[in-house]
């Protein structure tokens, strides 16, 4: 009895953490048209990433950093870098539709990757509403209040989390880009592109015109000369000079700049509309990251020039500098600001649909958002409930209260993904001369039964089944205390006594751990297996990056993590409920004879992982 309930479980388990495989996954790899080239891709990660906050982020941030917000913007530009190389190796290795839920299909297993895949459909739903209710307000500042005076007398809600009024003209404003995907990639692109060049260009006759106008005293500013009050507001100087507020607020600063760059990602979910996707995504990944940190940066000059840093306003910085200076620049800002917003729009909305086809590809979601028109060769339906679910969203939610929850989604998402990348260099190669992997099936149980003699592993050159084991071993630990070490050094003065024994002895000691973790791990080898891109410096990369967004994960509020909670368990019962039944990759095992069946291994050669 005890038997057969531990093979149950065993069982359980293992359709839990059942990897997609490559014999699954060109089954419909025709279906989507691969119409966008390099340019539409960069593009397309611009777009999606330079919103409105390129031009009232740097004036938002310099209230807290100063002129230091530059160094800001460089720091969250360098965390985010290390996500996007996490991103660009897998998307040159699994050029397939569904970004970080595909990669962790393919390298860690099912349950995990419904649970990444549930969670990036929240994110970008929430994106794409809340740049449809950013560009409603702004729509709206130039109709003199119309739309909101108007919807609250005829549709007023007062619920909590709830939007004032229901938006009906946000939900509007979904259709648009809703329509445009509908109708083809290709169609949808050229928008894109349109806007986003406006917008590109406006960056720069901003930061061209700001260049004349500069005043560099700003930036070696006495305390004595600093304001008591300005515009009837007392104002914050600190100490003046380039970091009033010292290191401190530059790292405060670069936290939230760092949400200025979310949006690259969006790239990673076209892998089967691109042209030639090994090569093109990765570069349209690290070619976006770098003009999109060029203008961060330029703006962050400029308006730290023109403006004193405790003088910049959190919502028209930009605007209020060239207004007195030069007023066409403020118009052009204005133009620009639309521009960009509907660029984002079309960006926010462009991935979720991608999702779902991927996902219900898979047979973990309804089957019927695989649908592609034979016309447009576009996931319609899936398309269709994206916008309308959006819309849905905009019209009725505050989503000033949900912003973080998407931020939270964006983070793990990321994190997962470096995980991947740590789990594929360590992952035990296929010997394709023999058919077999590096070490026989007995000296596979052998190693492991000698767990810990996995630190001898320098002397390999190859991955074996003991030092992959290790890894994975050492990435589990490694995870719990990184979370706690950024739990304590986020919650810990709230928790613990001011400069209490205990605290610091907990920084330290999980410090310790966390680096002796990864000193074994550097010692495992790494597989060479060929890839069109790969990340520099495995491990330290995508630790690194792991480690910054596990951290800026804890510093959200309590109620954040728990509406993060109730979405998953609304996930979950869909997964056991339907999913954990209809799932491609479980059909078809169960459909092979086990003795049959071998799970075709990662990262083997170029064809593949």
């Known amino acids: 009895m005890v038997w057969g309930e531990r093979t149950r479980i065993g069982n359980w388990l293992s359709q839990l953490t059942r990897r997609k495989t490559n014999a699954f996954e060109g089954e419909t790899e025709e279906k989507l048209a691969r119409v966008l080239g390099l340019l539409d891709l960069s593009f397309l990660g611009i777009g999606s990433t ?23 913007f460089l720091i969250a530009a360098i965390a985010s870098a290390f996500a996007g190389l996490c991103f660009a190796e897998l998307a040159s290795r699994v050029p397939k539709a569904g970004s970080a839920y595909v990669y962790c299909y393919v390298t860690i297993g099912e349950f995990a990757a419904f649970a990444i895949g549930w969670n990036l459909i929240l994110e970008y739903t929430i994106g794409t509403a809340a740049v449809a209710k950013a560009l409603s307000k702004a729509v709206d500042y130039y109709a003199n209040n119309f739309i909101n005076s108007t919807l609250t007398s005829i549709l007023p809600m007062n619920m909590p989390f709830m939007a004032p009024y229901v938006d009906l003209f946000a939900f509007g404003l979904v259709s648009t880009p809703t329509a445009l995907l509908a109708f083809g990639a290709k169609e949808s692109s050229v928008v894109n592109n349109i806007l986003t060049l406006v917008n590109i260009l406006t960056v720069l006759i901003v930061i061209i015109a700001g260049i004349f ?56 979910t076209t892998g089967e509309e691109a042209k030639n996707p090994k090569r093109n995504v990765p570069l349209a990944l690290i070619i976006s990251l770098v003009v999109i940190f060029m203008a961060y940066f330029g703006i962050a000059t400029v308006i730290t020039m023109l403006i004193p840093y405790y003088a910049q306003d959190k919502d028209k910085s930009l605007i209020i500098a060239f207004e007195d200076k030069l007023p066409v620049i403020a118009v052009i800002v204005g133009i620009g600001a639309m521009s960009a917003l509907s660029a984002s729009l079309l960006g926010a909305i462009f991935p979720l649909p991608r999702i779902l086809y991927s996902m219900a590809n898979d047979g973990l979601l309804f089957s019927s958002f695989t649908n592609v028109n034979k016309f447009t060769r576009t996931p319609l339906i899936a398309t269709v409930v994206s916008g309308v679910l959006s819309g849905i969203f905009a019209a009725v939610f505050n989503l000033d209260a949900l912003t973080e929850l998407m931020s939270l989604g964006t983070l793990l998402a990321y994190s997962i993904v470096a995980l991947c990348i740590l789990i594929i260099r360590y992952k035990e190669v296929e010997n394709k001369v023999h058919g077999s992997p590096n070490s026989s099936p007995r000296n596979r149980n052998s190693e492991s039964n000698h767990f810990w003699s996995a630190v001898k592993a320098l002397s390999n050159r190859n991955p074996t089944a003991r030092s992959e084991k290790m890894t994975q071993w050492l990435l589990f630990f490694s995870m719990i205390f990184i979370t706690m070490l950024c739990f304590i050094l986020v919650n810990g003065n709230t928790i613990f006594e001011h400069e209490s024994a205990l605290f610091h002895g907990l920084i330290i000691g999980l410090s310790i751990l966390c680096i002796l973790c990864f000193i074994i791990i550097c010692w495992q080898p790494q597989n060479n297996a060929f890839a069109s891109f790969k990340v520099p410096l495995v491990p330290l990369v995508p630790i690194c990056s792991i480690f910054m967004n596990i951290y800026l994960m804890m510093t959200f509020q309590g109620m954040t993590w728990v509406l993060f909670i109730i979405w998953l368990i609304v996930g979950f019962a869909i997964y056991f409920f339907y999913s954990l039944n209809h799932s491609v990759e479980g059909n078809t095992r169960r459909n092979i004879q086990t003795d049959g069946y071998a799970e075709v291994p990662l990262n083997c050669d170029n064809t593949q992982m």
């Open 50 to 72: 330079l919103g409105l906050g390129v031009y009232v982020l740097a004036g938002e941030v310099a209230l807290e950093a100063g002129p230091a917000v530059t160094i800001s």
């Open 213 to 268: 106008k500069a005043n560099a005293s700003y930036w070696a500013i006495s305390k004595k000369d600093i304001p008591a009050v300005i515009r009837g507001k007392q104002v914050e100087g600190g100490s003046g000079g380039f970091l009033p507020f010292g290191w401190n607020g530059v790292l405060k600063g670069a936290a939230r700049c760092f949400f200025g760059y979310v949006g690259f990602d969006v790239i990673a």
